[in-house]
């Protein structure tokens, strides 16, 4: 396979000029802590207000809303969230203690993040009802919440690190930084390939025990999805590496050789690898620990009656999925990232 793409002459990518009068970061990128803050206290005052026996039921197939972090732990999950929120915007120390509060807070927004993994079949359910993924309205919207408050948090410790470093506060780049990649290196195409063989791998395992034992609904939004599987798995992963992710290929009337925009690939790459990394990862160490204990993962009254195996085989080839495309999407993010209006690297 090629490794490099030569690029359309007119498309050569001018240093933007420094703008003295550029802000140092964006306003957002400032007041995300206190933000998140905001948003981390009042979900979790509606933790605790359904855990002294306000939950609502039927917020999830599984019954509660998170997972990893239900009941009182979920409380304990936000207060330390927002501990650390409040650390990152009065504390500004250096070394150990720098790098321990950053540790603090990405541990707190991954967890956060991981704990509203479902939000993965909220969404899928929600753009196409009539795919049989029954959807939850009070139990997504709470899954929202969890997201965003980890999203928060996460942002509001890459705004502190660039702050207590050496560096552009607006892109966190210093005179030492790697600038944007010149061409796409190797490891970005064996893992845009892998994550096509981990949705390939994922699409045999279902033929070879069959399309009737999907508990997919059949009708237009099953087509829809299954087209859309297809195109994440293969058309996405393989866009991340090769040209015409870049520029339109010749084909594509009034857009030939034009850029596509960097959001149209980069920003689905990011959600979706995410959002198979994080469901598929934690359903991943569910199985070994049920098994670990000597219990089926999947037992049939739980109404998904596919074989042990099957789960075996198409959890870790979603893992891979996402796994592959999200290393290519680092290499798109570089690849195509423009100079810094700021410090114009």
Same mark, same amino acid.
Request: charged share 15%; glycine share 12%; with cysteine.
């Given at each position: %396979?090629?490794?490099?793409?030569?690029?359309?002459?007119?498309?050569?990518?001018?240093?933007?000029?420094?703008?003295?009068?550029?802000?140092?970061?964006?306003?957002?990128?400032? #007041? *995300?802590?206190?933000?998140?803050?905001?948003?981390?206290?009042?979900?979790?005052?509606?933790?605790?207000?359904?855990?002294?026996?306000?939950?609502?039921?039927? &917020?999830?197939?599984? @019954?509660?809303?998170?997972?990893?972090?239900?009941?009182?732990?979920?409380? @304990?999950?936000?207060?330390?969230?927002?501990?650390?929120?409040?650390?990152? %915007?009065?504390?500004?120390?250096?070394?150990?203690?720098?790098?321990?509060?950053?540790?603090?807070?990405?541990?707190?927004?991954? *967890?956060?993040?991981?704990?509203?993994? %479902?939000?993965?079949?909220?969404?899928?359910?929600?753009?196409?009802?009539?795919?049989?993924?029954?959807? $939850?309205?009070?139990?997504?919207?709470?899954?929202?919440?969890?997201?965003? =408050?980890?999203? &928060?948090?996460?942002?509001?410790?890459?705004?502190?690190?660039?702050?207590?470093?050496?560096?552009?506060?607006?892109?966190?780049?210093? =005179?030492?930084?790697?600038?944007?990649?010149?061409?796409?290196?190797?490891?970005?195409?064996?893992?845009?390939?892998?994550?096509?063989? @981990?949705?390939?791998?994922?699409?045999?395992?279902?033929?070879?025990?069959?399309?009737?034992? *999907?508990?997919?609904?059949?009708?237009?939004?099953?087509?829809?999805?299954?087209?859309?599987?297809?195109?994440?798995?293969?058309? +996405?992963? +393989? *866009?991340?590496?090769? @040209? #015409?992710?870049?520029?339109?290929?010749?084909?594509?009337?009034?857009?030939?050789?034009?850029?596509?925009?960097?959001?149209?690939?980069?920003?689905?790459?990011?959600?979706?690898?995410?959002?198979?990394?994080?469901?598929?990862?934690?359903?991943? &160490?569910?199985?070994?620990?049920?098994?670990?204990?000597?219990?089926?993962?999947?037992?049939?009254?739980?109404?998904?009656? +596919?074989?042990?195996?099957?789960?075996?085989?198409?959890?870790?080839?979603?893992?891979?999925?996402?796994?592959? %495309?999200?290393?290519?999407?680092?290499? $798109?993010?570089?690849?195509?990232?423009?100079?810094?209006?700021?410090?114009?690297?």
């Amino acid at each position: %396979m090629a490794k490099t793409v030569t690029e359309p002459a007119h498309a050569t990518v001018e240093a933007t000029p420094v703008d003295e009068a550029t802000p140092a970061a964006p306003s957002w990128r400032r #007041w *995300s802590a206190q933000i998140g803050l905001v948003w981390v206290t009042l979900y979790g005052a509606l933790r605790i207000h359904w855990e002294l026996g306000h939950m609502p039921g039927d &917020l999830s197939p599984v @019954g509660p809303d998170l997972v990893a972090f239900t009941g009182w732990p979920s409380v @304990g999950l936000c207060a330390a969230a927002a501990l650390v929120l409040i650390a990152l %915007m009065t504390v500004r120390g250096s070394g150990l203690i720098r790098w321990t509060l950053l540790l603090a807070a990405w541990a707190a927004g991954v *967890s956060l993040v991981a704990a509203g993994a %479902m939000l993965l079949l909220d969404v899928i359910g929600g753009i196409l009802p009539g795919l049989g993924i029954r959807f $939850y309205p009070l139990g997504a919207l709470s899954r929202v919440a969890c997201v965003g =408050a980890g999203v &928060l948090v996460v942002l509001s410790a890459r705004s502190y690190q660039r702050r207590t470093r050496e560096g552009c506060a607006a892109c966190g780049r210093t =005179a030492s930084s790697a600038g944007p990649l010149r061409r796409t290196p190797r490891w970005a195409f064996w893992a845009a390939y892998l994550s096509v063989a @981990g949705c390939l791998v994922r699409i045999i395992a279902q033929v070879r025990i069959g399309f009737a034992q *999907s508990p997919l609904s059949a009708g237009a939004s099953a087509m829809l999805f299954e087209v859309g599987f297809v195109l994440g798995g293969t058309v +996405l992963p +393989l *866009s991340l590496v090769h @040209g #015409w992710g870049r520029f339109w290929p010749r084909w594509v009337p009034r857009l030939a050789g034009r850029r596509v925009p960097r959001r149209l690939v980069l920003w689905p790459a990011c959600g979706i690898s995410g959002g198979l990394i994080v469901y598929f990862g934690l359903t991943q &160490l569910q199985m070994i620990f049920e098994r670990l204990q000597g219990r089926n993962p999947f037992p049939a009254e739980g109404g998904l009656a +596919l074989p042990e195996t099957f789960f075996w085989i198409a959890v870790p080839a979603y893992l891979t999925w996402g796994a592959g %495309m999200a290393v290519a999407a680092v290499a $798109y993010a570089r690849r195509t990232r423009a100079p810094c209006g700021t410090c114009g690297r």
